[in-house]
């Protein structure tokens, strides 16, 4: 009853995995012994991913390049492979993105398509797709939010609006499936130096690069170090939510800049 529960053997889908937090994930489960699916758009990177692993740990790895905004695709590369989702242990919902730094009043309504349809209609398909497979194997639902799922800031309105979606569908999916044995966990990361802020800033590096001047963010490893140390814990003990902040970030909008 007390037992950890291991990676090892476990078979989880990750989204996002062609960078930053979902990579890192998928590079720490697969150090574990954890077989993979991974997504994101970029195929060649995925490749370029399973191939290490597989290499590096001997664990199986499926890449499923598809985006997570096109329910008809979505449903089709899940539930159209035979035996894709059979056994699936852990899903683990963080393809998502930021996009622009606007008043309401002045953004651009194809941004926050981009964000809602990623990060809020895209984790529901995912998720659609897999639970059936996760209830067979009380298996977990990693969803990554954001401290903005918190705490709002100028310019991060529809962003925000995104992840405190995030959060309220981690706790719907507590009560959806209450009994079955299946975890929803959600993990919200502070600042965290990834290719988030060149996607926000659509490719201006300069202004990426101004957010996290001078601060200590996460990095990709720390989230990773979080999601694998939720989903190992006793099967009767469900995570529901870890805050990660740098210790340079007090709140979304309180950092600690170092001048030197
Ligand atoms: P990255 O930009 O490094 O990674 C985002 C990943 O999502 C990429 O692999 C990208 O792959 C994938 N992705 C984006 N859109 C789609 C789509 N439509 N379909 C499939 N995959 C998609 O950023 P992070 O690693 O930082 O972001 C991961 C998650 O963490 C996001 O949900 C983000 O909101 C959240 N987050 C980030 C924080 C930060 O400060 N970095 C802090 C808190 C939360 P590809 O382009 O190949 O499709
Ligand atoms: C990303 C962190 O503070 O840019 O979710 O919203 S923040």
């Not at 007390?2 to 990750?14: I, K, Q, S």
Request: with cysteine; charged share 25%.
């Amino acid at each position: 009853m007390n037992a950890t529960t291991p990676l090892r053997g476990r078979r989880a889908l990750v989204t996002g995995a062609s960078s930053g937090f979902g990579e890192a994930i998928a590079r720490r489960f697969a150090a574990e012994g954890c077989h993979l699916v991974v997504n994101a758009r970029r195929a060649d990177r995925l490749e370029q991913l399973a191939r290490e692993c597989r290499d590096d740990h001997g664990v199986e790895v499926v890449t499923l390049p598809f985006d997570v905004r096109d329910r008809e695709v979505v449903e089709r590369a899940l539930t159209n492979t035979p035996g894709l989702l059979e056994g699936l242990d852990i899903v683990v919902n963080n393809a998502g993105l930021a996009l622009a730094l606007d008043p309401v009043q002045t953004g651009d309504p194809d941004d926050w398509d981009r964000m809602i349809d990623t990060n809020v209609k895209g984790l529901l398909y995912v998720t659609r797709a897999c639970l059936s497979h996760l209830v067979a194997k009380a298996g977990d639902v990693v969803n990554i939010g954001s401290v903005a799922g918190h705490q709002v800031y100028p310019g991060g309105a529809v962003y925000a609006a995104t992840k405190y979606a995030v959060r309220a569908l981690s706790d719907a999916l507590r009560h959806d499936v209450l009994g079955t044995g299946v975890r929803v966990i959600n993990v919200e990361p502070g600042l965290a130096d990834t290719e988030f802020g060149v996607v926000r800033f659509k490719g201006d590096k300069a202004r990426a690069d101004a957010v996290y001047k001078g601060v200590f963010p996460l990095r990709a490893e720390d989230v990773a170090d979080a999601v694998a140390w939720a989903v190992t814990r006793p099967a009767h003990v469900n995570v529901q939510q870890i805050l990660l902040m740098p210790t340079d970030q007090a709140a979304a909008q309180s950092v600690h800049r170092r001048t030197s």
